[in-house]
């Protein structure tokens, strides 16, 4: 199960769709669950879901945190696709609150003879990822709200499934709007959850120094050997 992300500049992008809101987007080389991170999401039954209207961009923290939720260790900070339907508090928020979450990577750890190694699974290309996950709305009528989200993950493509089974699915940029609108059907928003493919992810390794939560200096989501890849992206 993913458990670190690495969040570099991916407003530089132009594939990355626009948004407003009125933070910066919060950057880190290595984040853990139980942390403030930046999400795209609408406002549920506000002029905001227009097409027209580009998403909000709001801070959130990484653990979905219900109102009823009493204990903050069993804030769930991934979701598996596959049993979405399973628990009303997944449920009720795919439904109506989808949001996306773009990184520059996915932190996973492959074990071996010295130890478990990190690699960082990124876009084929160093390109943003749009990750989906579905958010709430923690004391919505208070003046100390706040929003909260999981991760939403699928099966791993067959190439990357030595290094992890499980991987967030990544939304295109063409798909944003879809995936962030209200009146997309239910039918319509499960279909797009489904593994990457072969030609959109490589992964390479990374300094054990990663290993540590606190560490969060940008080196330690420097390479450290040669990309995999399962099979080259399609040249444009």
């Not at 653990?63 to 598996?80: K, N």
């Not at 798909?175 to 319509?188: C, H, K, Y």
């Not at 200096?217 to 890849?229: D, E, F, I, S, V």
Request: include cysteine; proline fraction near 11%.
């Amino acid at each position: 199960m993913p458990g670190r992300l690495m969040i570099d500049d991916w407003t530089r992008h132009a594939e990355m769709p626009a948004f407003h809101g009125d933070h910066s987007p919060i950057l880190t080389p290595n984040a853990a669950p139980r942390r403030w991170l930046s999400i795209l999401r609408h406002e549920p039954g506000a002029e905001s879901t227009s097409p027209t209207r580009p998403p909000l961009l709001r801070e959130a923290f990484w653990g979905l945190t219900p109102d009823w939720l009493e204990v903050l260790d069993h804030a769930p900070h991934c979701a598996r696709a596959e049993t979405l339907d399973e628990r009303p508090m997944f449920r009720d928020s795919l439904d109506r609150r989808r949001c996306l979450v773009p990184v520059g990577g996915v932190y996973v750890w492959q074990a071996g003879l010295r130890g478990k190694q990190p690699f960082l699974i990124t876009h084929a290309r160093r390109a943003p990822l749009l990750l989906a996950g579905i958010w709430t709305r923690h004391a919505p009528d208070s003046q100390t709200s706040r929003d909260s989200f999981a991760l939403i993950t699928v099966a791993a493509p067959e190439c990357l499934t030595p290094l992890s089974d499980r991987l967030p699915a990544v939304i295109s940029s063409a798909q944003a709007s879809a995936w962030l609108d209200e009146e997309t059907t239910p039918d319509s928003v499960r279909a797009l959850l489904h593994p990457a493919g072969e030609e959109l992810l490589g992964a390479f390794p990374v300094s054990r120094s990663v290993n540590d939560p606190k560490q969060q200096a940008w080196h330690c989501a420097h390479p450290t050997g040669p990309m995999r890849l399962a099979r080259q992206p399609a040249s444009s």
